[in-house]
């Protein structure tokens, strides 16, 4: 595969990393894909109300389209500097592996089907959609790839799911996923003069308390994370509000059902006479798998192979999940190694990006074959 390729590809990432995307606010990075979609010469490149971005490479024969999609979202709220540093291999940036490598590499994937076919990836025996999907970070609760599987169904070869990072991981299993935002309620009042009234915060404290020190199950591997809290209005003030967001996961369905089981049976027995708690759902991630033997993954591993790297099967929360959890046949890869994921200092390495293609060549020739 040519170096320019890589190089084209490498550069749309930043490009793209350079249009804000929080969660809920991928608008305007949608807008310049779907350009970059008719641009390339896609058919039917299209918007959705979801504000998904759809273009399609027809095939000649009558196999069932390949669906491959990455996410445009990330976790970054509007305003973080999005400046890139380049240093030696690695190329530094907020959202660069995650997931603006992942979004470049559909178009990556077509430039490189066109080098492979001699500028007819058309040739192909089934429809190859490109989709960048709104709503896979935070709370955006997968909703991009729920519109997805709604337009396709089960009437596809497969679903291909791309990160920019976890070159080598092939995610077969879709980690179940159950959010909460769990809110007290009281009368508040005045530190010192009405000390002895019950306080919001207090209230959530002692539920927090409850929560981290159940023993939650090493295998299958469940966890639990509270990972936002806020409350109050001043500091001599008997709060009179506050609230938690709460992440329950597990690599078992029965497990994670009974995790959300006893929360929802804790915030019911923190409700007082004057102290309301409510736990309200603000996500769900459902579980599904693969079987590591499905002709997909075998494929995959294959890919992987090819390329001089040994797969490692996983389980993750990616929008796999969704197609996945409806029995249809979806994997989730990686396009190069990096690191920093989420955070600030979040970075990929350049070198791999080359296999990372390649491997994605074969996965979709070895579908559509």
């Known amino acids: 595969m040519l170096t320019a390729l890589v190089n084209r590809t490498l550069d749309l990432a930043v490009n793209i990393q350079q249009i804000p995307a929080p969660t809920f606010a991928e608008q305007e990075?949608?807008?310049?894909?779907?350009?970059?979609?008719?641009?390339?010469?896609?058919?039917?490149?299209?918007l959705d109300s979801t504000g998904n971005v759809y273009g399609c490479v027809p095939g000649m024969g009558t196999a069932p389209p390949l669906v491959i999609s990455a996410h445009t979202d990330t976790v970054f709220l509007a305003g973080t500097n999005l400046a890139i540093r380049r240093t030696g291999d690695r190329i530094f940036g907020p959202g660069i592996g995650d997931n603006s490598m992942g979004v470049a590499g559909l178009l990556g994937l077509l430039w490189a089907l066109r080098e492979n076919h001699a500028g007819r990836p058309s040739e192909l025996p089934g429809d190859l959609w490109l989709v960048a999907n709104v709503g896979e970070e935070g709370l955006g609760d997968l909703v991009g790839m729920r519109a997805v599987v709604d337009r396709f169904g089960g009437q596809v070869s497969a679903y291909l799911i791309l990160e920019g990072m976890a070159l080598g991981q092939i995610y077969h299993r879709g980690l179940g996923v159950q959010r909460y935002r769990i809110e007290a309620q009281t009368t508040g009042g005045h530190s010192w003069v009405d000390y002895g009234r019950p306080s919001a915060i207090h209230e959530l404290a002692e539920l927090i308390t409850q929560l981290t020190e159940l023993k939650l199950p090493e295998n299958p591997r469940t966890t639990?994370?509270?990972?936002?809290?806020?409350g109050g209005t001043t500091v001599n003030t008997i709060a009179a509000h506050?609230?938690?967001?709460?992440d329950l996961r597990s690599e078992g369905a029965e497990e994670l059902s009974d995790l959300t089981k006893w929360v929802e049976a804790s915030v019911e027995k923190a409700n007082l006479s004057d102290v309301a708690v409510i736990a309200k759902v603000i996500g769900r991630r459902p579980a599904g798998k693969l079987s590591p033997n499905h002709a997909l993954v075998r494929l995959a591993r294959n890919a992987l192979k090819q390329v001089g790297i040994e797969a490692r099967?996983?389980?993750g929360s990616t929008d796999a999940n969704i197609p996945?959890?409806?029995?249809?046949p979806?994997?989730?890869?990686?396009?190069?190694?990096?690191?920093?994921?989420?955070?600030?200092?979040?970075?990929?390495?350049?070198?791999?990006?080359?296999?990372?293609l390649q491997q994605l060549v074969?996965?979709?020739e070895g579908v559509l074959s």
């Open 313 to 315: 099967l996983g389980i």
């Open 29 to 46: 990075r949608a807008v310049f894909i779907q350009q970059q979609f008719t641009l390339a010469g896609l058919q039917d490149v299209c």
């Open 242 to 246: 506050a609230h938690l967001e709460l």
């Open 224 to 230: 639990l994370n509270i990972g936002v809290i806020s």
């Open 330 to 356: 979806a994997i989730c890869v990686g396009l190069t190694h990096g690191g920093g994921a989420h955070t600030v200092d979040e970075y990929i390495l350049t070198q791999p990006v080359e296999r990372g």
């Open 362 to 364: 074969t996965i979709v």
């Open 324 to 328: 996945l959890s409806l029995g249809y």
